[in-house]
């Protein structure tokens, strides 16, 4: 679910950019939220359209009271600082600094040089890198902040468990863990919870395909 909301939120921000034209640069509280069109333009600055694309994607408030128009660069650095970002975190120049020379944008691509989506001012939004997108007063001083927790990562086989299925006995309704490529299988393996931890697989075999495999002792596969 994370990883879809985070997708959004790059989406949004992604969106903002060819349709610059519909955003005015305003620094105002409360800042308005809804998506802007040539009938109705949008005016904000960087932190409000910042939340307006959380807002866009239907992601939790980044901070409280940010979708009541209210917050700003400082109410984004209240977030986890983290050392390196992902897609969907923010760039926050200028901490412990003065609000007036702050300024931040949404990361939307991840590199040695990510890419950003600032609106900085009535030329924006526009796709920045981060080292570009450092105003001078802010002194160079860059974090990143995340609200939206990473997904785990997913187990990766280790060597010795490739070719390895965890099957479920379609008759006592028990585990086996099977190696497929050697026709050989475990009824009811120790520990099932760390073999799924491992990332082994899940699979089915009917009774018959069971029956077919040699069975062998724990720590023979």
């Not at 299925?165 to 919870?193: C, F, M, Y």
Request: aromatic share 8%; glycine share 8%; hydrophobic share 40%.
């Amino acid at each position: 679910m994370t990883s879809t909301l985070r997708a959004a939120v790059v989406a949004a921000a992604d969106w903002c950019v060819p349709n610059k034209g519909l955003f005015d640069y305003l620094e105002s509280r409360p800042f308005p939220l809804f998506r802007p069109s040539l009938a109705r333009r949008i005016a904000n600055d960087c932190s409000a359209t910042s939340v307006l694309c959380c807002w866009l994607a239907k992601a939790p408030e980044p901070f409280p009271g940010a979708y009541t128009g209210t917050g700003n660069t400082e109410s984004f650095l209240t977030l986890p600082h983290v050392p390196a970002p992902a897609a969907g975190d923010f760039v926050v120049y200028g901490e412990g600094l003065s609000l007036s020379v702050q300024h931040m944008a949404v990361v939307v691509e991840v590199g040695p040089d990510p890419l950003t989506m600032s609106h900085g001012g009535q030329s924006e939004p526009a796709f920045v890198r981060v080292s570009q997108g450092c105003p001078p007063a802010a002194q160079g001083r860059v974090i990143f902040v995340r609200y939206l927790p990473l997904d785990p990562p997913v187990p990766k086989p280790s060597e010795d468990t490739v070719g390895r299925r965890l099957v479920q006995d379609p008759t006592s309704h028990g585990w086996w863990l099977v190696d497929e490529d050697r026709k050989v299988g475990i009824p009811n393996p120790t520990d099932l919870a760390t073999l799924k931890a491992e990332g082994i697989p899940e699979t089915t075999m009917s009774a018959a395909e069971l029956a077919g495999l040699t069975t062998v002792q724990w720590g023979s596969l």
